[in-house]
């Protein structure tokens, strides 16, 4: 079965402070990997995701992250924090040919101080 | 669109009880699904479904039932709740399967929030 793991449960920054959030999957073959965003109270939103083409993928609100194949990660980066960026955030994965099973990470929570 | 709806956005249950958790989709998608979320595990699948009159097991699915008879609502049912099923539920839907380097996406709803005690 496949795993995320996320390696911060909770990270503290002040604004314009660069982030980056880990998020390795145990899967080896092709993926679809995706980062949600959970603000206080409300669903999850979709941050990004990767299926193909460039590992660089950039998503909303100025944040972006980056596909290894060979580390299998997709961290998450965003250069300057802005306290509005205070939410939970999950990594997400399916894999295989008809994969309909989403493994999510723990989560990360992340706050921000002004 | 409204997207994914849910109802209700917050019950409380005595253990025992049983009650009934629905999903509406206005996208015209074919997948639905349930998670649960509990501090600290992330999101759990529940059940899902890949189409009109089908319904399956995923990650945790003792304890509920799930019915699709009609392609936009997904119902999740406890039928004698208990308090380890407290928790966040989750409603999401996609278009098509997630097959590897499609980049499908799973639109989620905004939750119900579920206490039994």
């Known amino acids: 079965a496949q795993s995320v793991s996320q390696h911060n449960h909770h990270v503290i920054l002040s604004e314009a402070a660069s982030l980056e959030l880990g998020c390795n999957y145990s899967y080896g073959g092709t993926v679809n990997l995706f980062w949600y965003v959970q603000y206080p109270g409300q669903h999850l939103q979709l941050l990004l995701k990767?299926?193909?083409?460039?590992?660089l993928v950039k998503g909303i609100k100025g944040f972006e992250a980056e596909f290894i194949k060979s580390k299998f990660s997709f961290n998450l980066r965003k250069p300057s924090v802005q306290w509005s960026d205070t939410a939970e955030y999950f990594c997400?994965?399916?894999?295989?040919?008809?994969?309909?099973?989403?493994?999510f990470g723990k989560g990360t929570k992340l706050s921000v101080i002004p | 669109n409204a997207g994914v709806t849910q109802t209700p956005k917050f019950r409380v249950l005595k253990t025992g009880q049983s009650m009934t958790l629905l999903c509406a989709q206005d996208m015209n998608h074919e997948y639905m699904y349930w998670y649960r979320q509990d501090p600290g595990m992330g999101l759990r699948l529940i059940h899902y479904?890949?189409?009109?009159?089908?319904?399956a097991k995923g990650e945790v699915p003792d304890g509920y039932n799930v019915s699709r008879l009609k392609k936009q609502n997904f119902l999740l049912g406890l039928e004698s709740a208990a308090p380890s099923q407290t928790s966040v539920y989750f409603c999401a839907s996609s278009y098509n399967l997630g097959l590897a380097g499609t980049g499908e996406t799973q639109y989620f709803g905004p939750g119900t929030r579920l206490l039994v005690l």
């Open positions: 990767y299926f193909s083409g460039d590992p």
């Open positions: 479904s890949v189409g009109e009159g089908t319904t």
């Open positions: 997400a994965v399916n894999s295989g040919a008809g994969s309909y099973q989403l493994t």
